[in-house]
């Protein structure tokens, strides 16, 4: 029997309630002078990848689960173009013969959405603003991961922008540890996780 898919975006988010609760230790741990400025990045940059890691893998199990009959979503339409006994026969077409797709960034899953359900949804379902973010979640890891001057620079021209940000907060993991806003105290971190959080009960709903 189908499963309500809201369940991939109950378990995302505790997943990242965990995350939330290390950040909050170290953090504690940062004020105490038992751990420095390098630490905290690298806690960051650990940390952010597990939460993006995590989002690129709840829209694999939902994509997956919607054709295959596992899951169903309540809010909207979804009607596949294809009908699948199980898992691995979807598997073996959408990935059509790799070990992996690549769902980000986020128009490679629309694609492949259009191809195997009607409109795409409830791929497609999301507006500028969600997707724009998704962008900048990926800007961010590309710039952690590659280093290299492209993606420093698309990080730069296209999340740092104009902003008006202390040297130490340019790169990627100060970004993340800069305040996005003060009442209550919200780390960039914290917006984006939280915002992947919001779009992922979005598509599952």
Partial sequence: MAKSAICLSEEFSGHLGYLEQTRNKMERLFLEGSVVNRDMNQV??????????????????LFVGLLSGRFVTSSAPVVPLLQFSNRRAVRSVVYGGRD??????????EDLAN????????????DTGEKTLIRSCLDI????????????????????????????????????RSIFRTAPIQRRYQY????MSSIAHKLCS
């Fill in 192 to 195: 984006y996780v939280f915002s």
């Fill in 100 to 109: 992996y797709v690549d769902w980000l960034p986020y128009d490679r899953t």
């Fill in 115 to 126: 191809r195997f359900f009607r409109k795409g949804v409830p791929f497609t379902s999301l």
């Fill in 44 to 61: 960051y940059v650990g940390l952010y990848f597990e939460a993006i890691t995590s989002f690129e893998r709840l829209i694999e199990e």
């Fill in 141 to 176: 890891r590309n710039a952690i991961a590659h280093k290299s001057r492209h993606s420093v620079q698309t990080f730069e021209r296209r999340v740092l922008g104009s902003q008006n940000l202390m040297q130490r907060e340019k790169t990627p993991p100060g970004y993340l």
